[in-house]
């Protein structure tokens, strides 16, 4: 099965110029879904993962779906005012501004391993952002996983310094 083909292009969404990847009938087809799931369960079980981290909002589907398939624990990350918890944020440029994203303080425990997995690979701005603050509370990221990677927007240079994996790419 071709992961790409479940993949619908929106052209000029959500703005002119824009060429949007769809992922929802990827997510809609069952074996399109488990087979991605599967593919980094596969990769990421040498990694020996103890949690695996998603960011707002979409990586919380395969981020979710990854740590039941390894067993283990999962953490989100996500924008401001979103967790009831203490956190710890971070400041990242977007294309048109800034944006911020937080964790909870007591989500990473020094020293634990963790994958972190989102749809997309765009600049790689929020990624490293959401590595930068699993570090900061002493994690080590022993991988990045992405269902899509958008390779013109050079987004794996950003991450150089990281383990990072990509199912389908444009």
Sequence with gaps: MNLKEKIRV????????????????????????????????KWSENLQADIV?????????FATALAYALNVGFVPVRKPGKLPGQVISAEYSLEYGKN???????AI??????????????????????ARLIERLGGQVVGIFFLIELSELKG???????????????
């Design 100 to 106: 911020i994203l937080e964790i909870h303080k007591d």
């Design 156 to 170: 794996r240079e950003t991450l150089k310094e990281y383990n990072v994996k990509s199912l389908i790419t444009y």
């Design 53 to 61: 981290v998603g960011p707002e909002a979409r990586g919380f589907i």
């Design 109 to 130: 425990q020094p020293g634990q391993k963790v994958v972190i997995v989102d749809d997309l690979l765009a600049t790689g701005g929020t990624l490293l952002t959401t």
């Design 10 to 41: 929106i052209q000029d969404f959500p703005e002119k110029g824009i060429s949007f990847k769809d992922i929802t009938p990827l997510l809609q087809d069952k074996n399109a879904f488990k087979k991605s799931i599967d593919c980094m369960k």
